[in-house]
């Protein structure tokens, strides 16, 4: 079992930055990618940003060079760093944890809201 809990969320104006974290626990050796996700109202949910720990970094073409994921295994913390943020950006973003490449555990959201 792994326990994700996420942090961060807020309210920002479009252009600004929020940082985002995740805070893992429970049997993060089996754990093969850690990836943040999204889900606007009335959209399907989204793979924003992704880390396997054997190396590399996916983005979503929304997101690309705009945000940035990264992690800190003394900590056991995944984080999101969001800079230009836009009013599309606005939906509740989630924390994943992959077993063998199977998005099977999520944290329980964080809202983030853009305002134009």
């Known amino acids: 079992q792994v326990q994700l809990v996420e942090s961060g969320g807020g309210l920002v104006q479009s252009g600004g930055s929020l940082r985002l974290s995740c805070a893992v626990s429970?049997?993060?050796?089996?754990?093969?990618?850690m990836g943040w996700y999204r889900q606007a109202p009335g959209n399907q949910r989204e793979k924003v940003a992704s880390?396997?720990?054997?190396?590399?970094?996916y983005y979503a073409d929304s997101v690309k060079d705009r945000f940035t994921i990264s992690r800190d295994n003394a900590k056991r913390m995944v984080y999101l760093q969001m800079t230009s943020l836009k009013p599309a950006d606005t939906a509740v973003y989630y924390c994943?944890?992959?077993?063998?490449?199977?998005?099977?555990?999520w944290g329980q959201g964080t809202q983030v809201t853009v305002s134009s």
């Open positions: 994943n944890a992959e077993i063998l490449d199977t998005p099977l555990y």
């Open positions: 429970g049997n993060i050796f089996s754990i093969s990618a």
């Open positions: 880390m396997p720990t054997s190396g590399g970094t």
